[in-house]
């Protein structure tokens, strides 16, 4: 451990410390503030263990945000192109409209603030969750309890599949991230100006602006919050009123403003990208796409462990102490009816992700943050003056499970990892080292063969030279020659020099590892 990640643990440790003694003193806000510098703390110091990019899907989406830079309004993996692509490809296309590109904007503000990394590529995640601590505070505090929102702001702040997708170690990163907290952001507005009726003017305007920032995400999905409102309004009949309505029609108008111009200028100016893209997302509902197929059980089963783990054990503690003690205004429901539709929602469509339903966090975690609240508040009534020490004792037991810290030790430190992690993790390093050299490696208007295969759209990210994995066939051959190309290419490792480029004069650059590719679980 460096003496920078040395620093950013102690911060970590001892803001949660005081977070915990200030919330004890009933200072909520300040509580929730230095939480905040805990999450930031906490955050800052894993977006910098990993010197490499991850393959799934980290890689293409640090490509695309590096490319935006060249030009905001158009998306491109591949930048230049010079073999023949399918633009049906998302993996190995040109203009890349795969994703909605808010969180790739961000991506890309990030790499022109601080500079070209992996670093950068994760800041905006990391930011992102930090400052969402605050806005599930507010969800806790309005659905139950100053006590509960605190709690959930801890969950949050330690929230371990969160961090995960923030270090890009885990499938989607960047965009679930983005997207949970605009639609997070969503429902806490929507919850503020349910609360503030007649002067909920900006809270509307909230709502409007994150649900927007949320269909630029992941496009349809984001407008749960709009859902969530009409069954709010069904099952409350003194709310069916005409301001009511243009409540909500305002801010509905506000979420098309923000998220429909980006739909109109792909639609005209990558028309054949974007009626595909559009046809594929909407494939996602009924058919198995990428082998991503699960039974319809498998996001209340394995998944909701695989994202909770033991928490999922106070869930329902958490059902139970919601369905005692009522609060007044009814702000609980917006909260647990969102985690019934995503769950609804991802468990009937065929193609299924373990990242999909992670955007109901806040609902599953306001849960825990219930039966955690419901355990302190036994503690104090029982346990007389060991209450104090016991309350500790829970924060570490609960903070433990939900931060999961062997699992991060193991997927971001070599030191923990297991012997074929351990090789995967120091070959990634190893080849990202490489890519780093390229430009220094390699003259310009070259281009690069027999990169690792699966780490060739990073090569491109670290660089400025076009890289392939693999070899060119001997047609692709003849076109890189016709464009008056030179050829550079990796050391043959288990993967031999085609005959047909035996004559050609290649530049080869030393293979930067000795383990063979074969050997590297990927």
Not at 11 to 27: D, E, I, K, Q, Y
Not at 35 to 62: C, K, N, T, V, Y
Not at 197 to 206: D, I, M, N, Q, S
Request: net charge positive; charged share 15%; glycine share 8%.
């Amino acid at each position: 451990m460096t003496l920078t990640e040395g620093i950013l643990l102690g911060l970590c440790v001892g803001l949660t410390a005081a977070s915990w003694v200030t919330h004890r003193l009933a200072h909520h806000h300040w509580a929730v503030a230095l939480l905040m510098g805990a999450a930031g703390s906490l955050r800052l110091l894993l977006i910098g263990r990993d010197q490499f990019l991850h393959p799934w899907d980290e890689q293409f989406h640090a490509l695309v945000a590096k490319n935006l830079l060249d030009d905001w309004w158009r998306p491109v993996l591949r930048a230049n192109p010079v073999l023949p692509y399918d633009y049906r490809a998302w993996a190995n296309n040109y203009v890349w409209l795969h994703k909605q590109p808010l969180f790739l904007w961000q991506m890309a503000l990030s790499l022109k603030a601080v500079g070209v990394s992996e670093a950068a590529v994760r800041l905006p995640s990391a930011l992102l969750g930090t400052l969402f601590v605050w806005p599930v505070y507010r969800l806790g505090r309005l659905a139950a309890s100053a006590s509960v929102g605190y709690y959930l702001a801890v969950l949050f702040t330690f929230a371990y599949y969160q961090l995960e997708l923030t270090t890009g170690w885990q499938s989607v990163d960047h965009a679930d991230v983005a997207f949970g907290v605009y639609v997070g952001a969503a429902l806490w507005a929507y919850a503020e100006q349910r609360r503030a009726g007649a002067r909920a003017g900006r809270w509307v305007a909230a709502v409007g602006v994150f649900a927007g920032a949320a269909l630029l995400c992941k496009w349809l999905p984001g407008l749960v919050v709009y859902a969530v409102w009409a069954g709010d309004v069904l099952l409350e009949p003194a709310r069916r009123t005409w301001a009511e309505g243009r409540r909500a029609l305002s801010a509905l108008a506000l979420t098309a403003l923000v998220a429909l111009p980006w739909q109109v200028y792909t639609h005209y100016r990558f028309p054949l990208e974007s009626a595909y893209e559009t046809r594929y997302a909407a494939q996602h509902f009924g058919h198995v796409l990428e082998g991503h197929g699960e039974p319809w059980h498998f996001y209340l089963g394995h998944n909701l462990w695989y994202q909770y783990q033991w928490l999922v054990v106070l869930v329902g503690v958490g059902l139970v102490a919601m369905y005692w003690r009522r609060t007044p205004g009814g702000c609980r429901r917006p909260l647990l009816w969102s985690g019934v539709l995503f769950f609804g929602f991802f468990s009937l469509a065929a193609t299924k992700m373990p990242s999909y339903t992670y955007v109901a966090a806040p609902c599953i975690l306001f849960l825990v943050a219930a039966a955690w609240a419901e355990g302190v508040a036994w503690l104090r009534r029982s346990t007389g003056r060991v209450a104090l020490l016991l309350e500790g004792v829970l924060l570490l037991v609960v903070v433990g499970a939900d931060l999961r810290p062997t699992a991060l030790l193991k997927h971001h430190t070599a030191r923990f990892a297991a012997p074929a992690a351990q090789a995967e993790r120091m070959a990634k390093q190893q080849w990202a080292a490489a890519y780093h050299r390229l430009d220094q490696a390699v003259p310009a208007g070259y281009v690069v063969f027999n990169a690792l295969n699966g780490t060739e759209i990073a090569a491109m990210f670290y660089s400025h030279r076009v890289v392939y994995a693999g070899w060119p066939t001997e047609a692709e051959y003849r076109v890189l020659s016709q464009q008056g190309l030179q050829l550079a290419a990796f050391a043959p490792r288990e993967n031999p020099l085609p005959a047909y480029l035996r004559q050609a004069a290649i530049t080869l650059i030393p293979n930067p590892v000795l383990v063979e590719e074969e050997s590297i679980p990927w």
